[in-house]
């Protein structure tokens, strides 16, 4: 009972740790939602109609408006087909991150992204410290311990290397090795292991790493949100105003003329 209901409780903190992520992550997709409905209408709709100015012109319009003119063309007479190739490809591409190559894929390639990939490890590491501390703290044996750590690890990656480490532990080494020959969990870890191995007081070190990590992740995830919201309304609008500018160029370049 004791170690079901603190398993319980940390199921409980994860998943409150995913709410807030996705509540704050609500208003950076809200504005990047309303912002690709923006630059849509304006090339499919709003664009097509404004470019009839520059039939009557006898110069040559700059690349910048032959492009966004181009584009906007494009969009006028297709914009059908852009709804439907959108919509198919995130249907097929859900279906294809619920396969299994397809998430041992998508989870690979989470782990390169910079700052992505280090915000997950931090995670799973945390995750794996605080669970791996919590059973061997109630009386389980490591071998057995590890067995079902591996469960609680969300990417797929990182789930096959515990349990590879899990298979070297029951063959009879140590847990600082098996974690040292694995690319994932950086030395600081690794020595905590090993220290807590030779003490034979493992789970206080696991506690200290899960703590260490979990405090690391929830300011990399607070840093990356607060930023996040800004940096997709920066583009957005950046997508807005190069289309702007672009059609106001040969109007400049005319006044130009003029004067």
């Known amino acids: 009972n004791i170690v079901l209901n603190r398993l319980a409780h940390l199921v409980e903190q994860d998943q409150e740790t995913q709410n807030r992520v996705k509540a704050s992550l609500a208003y950076p997709a809200f504005i990047l939602a309303v912002g690709f409905l923006t630059v849509f209408v304006l090339l499919s709709f709003v664009m097509p109609r404004q470019t009839v100015i520059f039939d009557d012109m006898d110069q040559e319009l700059p690349l910048p408006t032959q492009v966004i003119i181009g584009i906007s063309g494009f969009f006028a007479e297709f914009w059908w087909a852009a709804v439907l190739l959108t919509g198919g490809a995130i249907y097929y591409w859900q279906r294809w991150l619920h396969t299994e190559n397809g998430?041992?894929?998508?989870?690979?390639?989470?782990?390169?992204?910079?700052?992505?990939?280090?915000?997950?490890?931090?995670?799973e590491i945390g995750?794996?410290?605080?669970?791996?501390?919590?059973?061997?703290?109630?009386?389980?044996?490591?071998?057995?311990?590890?067995?079902?750590?591996?469960?609680?690890?969300?990417?797929?990656?990182?789930?096959e290397e515990i349990k590879r480490i899990s298979q070297d532990v029951a063959d009879g080494s140590s847990l600082t090795a098996g974690l040292k020959s694995s690319p994932y969990f950086p030395e600081t870890?690794?020595?905590?292991?090993?220290?807590?191995?030779?003490?034979?007081?493992?789970?206080?070190?696991?506690?200290?790493?899960?703590?260490?990590?979990?405090?690391?992740?929830e300011l990399t995830a607070k840093t990356v949100l607060l930023l996040l919201g800004p940096m997709v309304l920066v583009v957005i609008v950046g997508i807005v105003g190069v289309c702007v500018v672009s059609m106001l160029l040969p109007i400049f370049r005319m006044n130009m003329i003029i004067q």
């Open 189 to 217: 870890v690794v020595n905590m292991v090993s220290v807590g191995e030779e003490t034979g007081n493992m789970e206080k070190g696991l506690f200290k790493l899960a703590d260490a990590f979990e405090r690391q992740s």
């Open 127 to 159: 995750r794996f410290a605080r669970t791996l501390g919590t059973l061997l703290e109630s009386g389980v044996v490591i071998v057995e311990a590890l067995q079902s750590v591996w469960a609680v690890v969300d990417n797929v990656v990182l789930k």
């Open 103 to 123: 998430r041992r894929w998508w989870d690979t390639a989470r782990l390169k992204i910079p700052i992505l990939g280090n915000f997950i490890t931090e995670v």
